[in-house]
Nanobody
Framework: QVQLVESGGGLVQPGGSLRLSCAASRSISSISTMAWYRQTPGNERELVAT???????NYADSVKGRFTISRDNAKNTVSLQMNSLKPEDTAVYYC?????????WGQGTQVTVSS
């Protein structure tokens, strides 16, 4: 079972950028889907972006045009470049991996967008 560790969260002003990284404990080249989710207090975890093993990507409408997900199979990492950040992007961001019936979550990293 792969383990995931997120990094790169922090405090940023509205309009700023952050890059989140997710490091996997083993090769991700065979993992069908890698994704980023986010969660705010009292709400369910929501999908932000996905990237499949063939490189196909999908985004939530709320982040389209501002966020970019990418995976580097050689480095076993998945990244989320977040630009033009808004206060409503404030959340704990989680890395997620799914392959066949197996799913794995990272521990999360806090992103706070505030002036």
């Amino acid at each position: 079972q792969v383990q995931l560790v997120e990094s790169g969260g922090g405090l940023v002003q509205p309009g700023g950028s952050l890059r989140l990284s997710c490091a996997a404990s083993r090769s991700i080249s065979s993992i069908s889907t890698m994704a980023w989710y986010r969660q705010t207090p009292g709400n369910e975890r929501e999908l932000v972006a996905t990237v499949t093993s063939d490189g196909s990507t999908n985004y939530a409408d709320s982040v389209k045009g501002r966020f970019t997900i990418s995976r580097d199979n050689a480095k076993n990492t998945v990244s989320l470049q977040m630009n033009s950040l808004k206060p409503e992007d404030t959340a704990v961001y989680y890395c997620y991996a799914k392959h066949l019936i197996f799913t794995t979550w990272g521990q999360g990293t806090q992103v706070t967008v505030s002036s």
